[in-house]
T-cell receptor, first 112, second 115 residues
Framework: DAGVTQSPTHLIKTRGQQVTLRCSPK?????VSWYQQALGQGPQFIFQ???????QRGNFPDRFSGHQFPNYSSELNVNALLLGDSALYLC???????????FGNGTRLTVT | GENVEQHPSTLSVQEGDSAVIKCTYS??????FPWYKQELGKGPQLIID?????GEKKDQRIAVTLNKTAKHFSLHITETQPEDSAVYFC??????????????FGKGTLLTVNP
């Protein structure tokens, strides 16, 4: 039973560029949430997708956007990258909006 | 919004000893409290969770207690082993008329179990 898978595992981008991160939820899960984890900090909620719609958003600017596909997989897009966007981006899936979250191993984004 | 404080930030114990990590939360409407273990280079792994209608929950060597009056909850690990070494995060989710789904995390505790 495959867990949550994220790609790529590592990514280096230049300030001002755009990036797309991908996530496949655990089998049987229909809800995807994205979190940003800065070094030495706990994860911070970006947004949650359910039924292909953004259901809730955290305190992140509009440069952060997402999408959920009919097969429940999801993408996180970040435009106009800033140095401060360097972090580990975690995808978590659940079988419903209130069920326990299961995290992937994340994508390490470095902005230079 | 919700705020979660976690202590201590680092904890070192001898193998076989117990370890306790404590968290406090700010919103009395919080109703779900999970604990995650994060090993180096990996994502957080759910190890135990508790809901506000339960005071204590155990799973083998791991237990979580919840004190709603004081708004704090704790993780207890007994008979610690070197493989328990990791960063542990507490989190809370506050109820908001059925429209809040996010978890608010503490800053983490680095647990080191010395052989």
């Amino acid at each position: 039973d495959a867990g949550v898978t994220q790609s790529p595992t590592h990514l280096i981008k230049t300030r001002g560029q755009q990036v797309t991160l991908r996530c496949s939820p655990k089998s049987g899960h229909d809800t995807v949430s994205w979190y940003q984890q800065a070094l030495g900090q706990g994860p911070q909620f970006i947004f949650q997708y359910y039924e292909e719609e953004e259901r809730q958003r955290g305190n992140f600017p509009d440069r952060f956007s997402g999408h959920q596909f009919p097969n429940y997989s999801s993408e996180l897009n970040v435009n106009a990258l800033l140095l401060g966007d360097s972090a580990l981006y975690l995808c978590a899936s659940s079988d419903g909006r209130y069920s326990p979250l299961h995290f992937g191993n994340g994508t390490r984004l470095t902005v230079t | 919004g919700e705020n979660v404080e976690q202590h201590p930030s680092t904890l070192s114990v001898q193998e076989g000893d117990s370890a306790v990590i404590k968290c406090t939360y700010s919103d009395s409407a919080s109703n779900y409290f999970p604990w995650y273990k994060q090993e180096l280079g990996k994502g957080p792994q759910l190890i135990i969770d508790i809901r506000s209608n339960v005071g204590e929950k155990k799973d083998q060597r791991i237990a979580v207690t919840l004190n709603k009056t004081a708004k704090h909850f704790s993780l207890h690990i007994t008979e610690t082993q070197p493989e328990d070494s990791a960063v542990y995060f507490c989190a809370a989710r506050w109820a908001s008329g059925g429209s809040n789904y996010k978890l608010t995390f503490g800053k983490g505790t680095l647990l080191t179990v010395n052989p």
